[in-house]
Every structure is written in C-alpha cells, then in structure tokens.
Nanobody, 110 residues
Framework: QVRLVESGGGLVQPGGSLRLSCAAS????????MDWYRQAPGKQRELVAT?????STNYADSVKGRFTISRDNNRVYLQMNSLKPEDTAVYYC??????WGQGTQVTVSS
C-alpha cells in the first residue's frame, strides 16, 4: 500500500505562484511515473503533468510554459506560475500503480 500526501495549496491572486508537494510513503517497490491531476467543480478530473523516474515530463497544453513538474525519488512537485482563475481546482497526486492522494485545493481569485 502506498500513501500519498499533498501540500502547498491555497488562495492566490491571478498572476501569482504556488508550489505543490506530494510525498509517497508505505510499501514502495518502484514508482515509474508520478502525476498531478486536477478537478474543477462540475468538470472531469484532468491530467496536468507527468514526471517519470527516467526524467521525462509531459504537460497539458493549458499549463505548458507556466507549470513545472519535478521529481525527487518518491516526492513530486508542481511549481505553478502565472496562475489564472481557470486553474482553480482540487489538485491530486497520482502514481502509475493507481494510488491517489487526498487532494489539495488551489483557488486563484482576486
């Protein structure tokens, strides 16, 4: 069993920045990919960014150039810059083995 704990969400003004963190603990054999998803009210959960253990990263078109995902063993981070109101959502950490964190709220509003 793997436990994922996110932190770093909050309220920020448009144009501001936040850094999300996710730490994996428990019975970890190997985690190949760690992702960040988000879900806004009334919308489906969507993939935001992925980072593999090999160093590859991928981003949703909506966040390219603004968000940066990074890995440090079993931790994953999401640096979010130039935040927009449409980035408001609950952000979830996820592993390729199917584990989810509890989510952290990000609200972008003036």
């Amino acid at each position: 069993q793997v436990r994922l704990v996110e932190s770093g969400g909050g309220l920020v003004q448009p144009g501001g920045s936040l850094r999300l963190s996710c730490a994996a603990s428990g019975t970890i054999i190997r985690i190949y990919a760690m992702d960040w998803y988000r879900q806004a009210p009334g919308k489906q959960r969507e993939l935001v960014a992925t980072a593999t253990s090999g160093g590859s990263t991928n981003y949703a078109d909506s966040v390219k150039g603004r968000f940066t995902i990074s890995r440090d063993n079993n931790r994953v981070y999401l640096q979010m810059n130039s935040l927009k109101p449409e980035d408001t959502a609950v952000y979830y950490c996820h592993t390729d083995s199917g584990f989810w964190g509890q989510g952290t709220q990000v609200t972008v509003s003036s």
